[in-house]
């Protein structure tokens, strides 16, 4: 699993194509949602391999807004099942990212 491609992949997209309208759905909430879900992992004493899909779920949990604003949870799934295979993640990690990004979802 190459989590810093991953990381840096879905952070050069979403920097590069969000909508400059989201104010609140930006760069700047999905790194602090990455940040506070490793604070709290590791205060949990999380294993690191499960760190590792934690921390990418956090990363790709709002992804899909580069699709849609409505359900972006389900297309942000489906974005990290087509991007996340070029880094090596397994499909048990893959699935694994899936759900916790549906757990997201209001």
Sequence with gaps: MDFDGAKNHILSRLTESLSPNLFYHCVAHTKSVWESAVRLARMENLPENQLKILETAALFHD????????????????????ILPEYGYTLTEIDAVGELILTTRL
């Excluded at 899909?64 to 087509?82: F, K």
Aim: avoid cysteine; proline fraction near 0%; glycine fraction near 4%.
């Design 63 to 82: 992804s899909g807004m580069l699709i849609q604003y409505h359900d972006h949870e389900t297309n942000s799934v489906q974005l990290s099942r087509e």
